[in-house]
């Protein structure tokens, strides 16, 4: 599995997911269309009223579209791939830059922490910024720290540069991956909510 945990240790998200590569230089996880994953789209709007901290219920929600998870070990981002369709109808839809905490290994997968901004790149290599004003937000209600926010940016930037000149590794390829049809759909493992404190 593949979780978010939020800065106090509490769990976001939570994927099931199948590894696809698993190498010095890069982690490749794949979460199907339909797979069930649990997210907490409360925790963030009760810190923002000053709400007591406790754990706000984690809803199942089934994912929407095929996800190519590309990780790189000691990076402060992750690049998704997006995809619709099946067969000759399958088109990528978009690759998605998710500046974060360089993941971690548990018994049970992998976490990381989300550092909210993020980038949306076109297939055909646009980029824009999203989330900026959020990020700001959190900074400014003391949920993460002004460094956090600088170093998320630069190393957003220096993606957008990578994908500009043609080097960062997730264009070698990935675009027209495809998933094998007898893979089963993913389910999250007993204990996916169990806390750790791998990665603080």
């Known amino acids: 599995m593949l979780r978010y945990l ?24 794949f979460v199907p269309a339909g797979a069930i994953y649990r997210a907490d789209p409360k925790q963030l709007a009760a810190q923002k009223l000053g709400a007591e901290k406790r754990p706000a219920p984690v809803t199942d929600v089934p994912w929407r579209h095929d996800m190519l998870r590309l990780m790189f070990p000691g990076a402060s981002h992750s690049v998704w791939l997006f995809w619709e369709g099946a067969g000759d ?82 264009l070698s390829g990935w675009a027209g991956w495809r998933p094998d049809a007898a893979w089963p759909v993913p389910v999250l493992p007993a204990g996916w909510d169990r806390p750790t404190t791998a990665g603080s």
């Open 6 to 29: 939020t800065m106090d240790g509490r769990v976001d998200v939570a994927w099931p997911c199948r590894v696809v590569e698993d190498r010095d230089d890069l982690v490749a996880l």
């Open 89 to 170: 109808a399958r088109r990528l839809l978009r690759y998605f830059v998710n500046l974060e905490d360089p993941f971690w290994r548990t018994p049970l997968g992998f976490e990381t922490r989300d550092h909210t901004i993020d980038i949306v790149v076109t297939p055909a290599l646009e980029c824009r910024w999203r989330d900026e004003e959020d990020l700001d937000d959190h900074v400014r209600l003391g949920l993460y720290p002004p460094e956090l926010a600088g170093s998320a940016r630069a190393e957003g930037q220096r993606v957008i540069d990578a994908i500009a000149d043609g080097t960062h590794p997730c």
